[in-house]
């Protein structure tokens, strides 16, 4: 993975990638997941997917890695959150409500 790769796309807004609404497949087969009300979810390269707002609505909490710090403002601007952020190590963490997303390579 090249990290300019990926912030030359968001700043560019090359992102064809982004599904807004989610991914349907997750919808149609999470129950099979038989996930307990309130569990966490980890979504590695999450950009601002329409996925975190639509589990948030099922009652889930949120876990999500993006290299993207664009990506996790615009995502939290979307959800009308204000989150709390600090620096872990090499990551930034973004919080709000049931909602944590790390910012930066996760690997490292």
């Known amino acids: 993975m090249v990290p300019s790769f990926w912030h030359e796309r968001w700043a560019t807004g090359r992102t064809a990638f982004h599904q807004p609404k989610g991914n349907p497949l997750l919808a149609k087969h999470l129950a099979a997941l038989a996930l307990a009300p309130g569990a966490?979810?980890?979504?590695?390269?999450?950009?601002?997917?329409?996925?975190?707002?639509w589990l948030l609505s099922q009652g889930f909490n949120v876990v999500a890695n993006e290299l993207s710090e664009m990506a996790i403002n615009e995502l939290f601007d979307e959800l009308?959150?204000?989150?709390?952020?600090?620096?872990?190590?090499?990551?930034?963490?973004?919080s709000a409500e049931r909602l944590t997303a790390f910012v930066g390579d996760f690997f490292d």
């Not at 980890?42 to 975190?52: A, N």
């Not at 009308?80 to 963490?93: D, F, H, I, N, Y």
Request: glycine letters at 14%; aromatic letters at 6%.
């Open 40 to 53: 966490n979810v980890f979504l590695p390269l999450s950009g601002k997917t329409g996925d975190i707002g």
């Open 80 to 94: 009308g959150l204000t989150p709390a952020v600090q620096t872990r190590s090499a990551l930034k963490e973004y």
